[in-house]
């Protein structure tokens, strides 16, 4: 996977400096919808569907929309499935920890929050964006360092949930769980020694951390947890994909939470 992400970075004589290029429908799509900054859009004249909606969208928001061959974006893609439509955006924007909180308070909700501890593959940090899009979380934390960031790969496989999920981005992970935790959030850790997670309360005030692929949680991360969730293993195989056993953990805190 990190191959494929190396792949798409060749496309650097294509992107300005603080631009980035978001490919696919669904991606360009959201992104159009949300209000991101997008300086110009890249269809393929020959392309049906959905690129009609795309382009009527683009033009009422007087985005410039050019035409480009499959060629030229099979190239600016970097081989990735565009779909026949990119879009030349502004980098993403990244939220704070305390916009994220204040939002949930905005709307009367206890605050839910995902970290990502070390999720270095883009893929999966897209993937755990669009579930927690999906599940209702109110934002998600990744740290500076030892992390993929809100690049092309992982618009591409939010489907453009990664323009309406707020993502703070923090220099010290664990002093912001310490932060969190002073704001009377409960940290669940996720990791195999921990409990059943049907067997713990995911109500009220909370942040569900995800660790690293390889690794998981971090020796200090996994120290700062008030509670440590672990997903039943049957199989010979005994560890999940992270952006899958986030989905599980998540959507068990939707389930609590609708009580």
Same mark, same amino acid.
């Given at each position: 996977?990190?191959?494929?992400?190396?792949?798409?970075?060749?496309?650097?004589?294509?992107?300005?400096?603080?631009?980035?290029?978001?490919?696919?429908?669904?991606?360009?799509?959201?992104?159009?919808?949300?209000?991101?900054?997008?300086?110009?859009?890249?269809?393929?004249?020959?392309?049906?569907?959905?690129?009609?909606? %795309? #382009? !009527?969208? +683009?033009?009422? *928001? /007087?985005?410039?929309?050019?035409?480009?061959?499959?060629?030229?974006?099979?190239?600016?893609?970097?081989?990735?499935?565009?779909?026949?439509?990119?879009?030349?955006?502004?980098?993403?924007?990244?939220?704070?920890?305390?916009? %994220? #909180? !204040?939002? +949930?308070?905005? *709307? /009367?909700?206890?605050?839910?929050?995902?970290?990502?501890?070390?999720?270095e593959d883009p893929h999966n940090l897209g993937a755990i964006i669009r579930t927690a899009e999906t599940a209702g979380v109110h934002g998600v934390i990744i740290p500076e360092r030892r992390s993929a960031s809100l690049n092309a790969t992982v618009y591409k496989t939010s489907a453009g949930a990664v323009n309406w999920l707020p993502v703070a981005r923090v220099k010290n992970l664990a002093a912001c769980i310490d932060e969190l935790k002073q704001k009377g959030i409960w940290i669940y850790g996720t990791d195999g020694s921990g409990e059943d997670y049907t067997g713990v309360s995911l109500t009220g005030p909370m942040a569900l951390v995800i660790g690293s692929e390889g690794f998981g949680m971090g020796r200090l991360i996994k120290q700062k947890c008030d509670f440590l969730l672990s997903l039943p293993m049957k199989g010979r195989i005994n560890s999940l994909n992270a952006s899958v056993a986030a989905g599980i953990f998540m959507y068990e805190a939707v389930r609590q939470r609708r009580k």
């Open positions: 996977m990190k191959n494929n992400d190396n792949k798409q970075e060749k496309h650097s004589g294509y992107v300005p400096e603080g631009m980035q290029l978001i490919v696919g429908r669904n991606p360009v799509t959201e992104a159009l919808k949300s209000g991101k900054l997008i300086d110009t859009v890249f269809v393929d004249p020959d392309a049906k569907g959905s690129i009609s909606n %795309i #382009i !009527r969208l +683009a033009k009422e *928001k /007087g985005i410039v929309v050019k035409q480009a061959k499959p060629q030229k974006l099979d190239h600016m893609s970097g081989g990735a499935s565009h779909q026949g439509v990119a879009a030349m955006a502004a980098c993403a924007e990244y939220s704070t920890v305390e916009d %994220i #909180i !204040r939002s +949930a308070e905005q *709307k /009367g909700e206890d605050p839910f929050l995902v970290i990502c501890d070390e999720i």
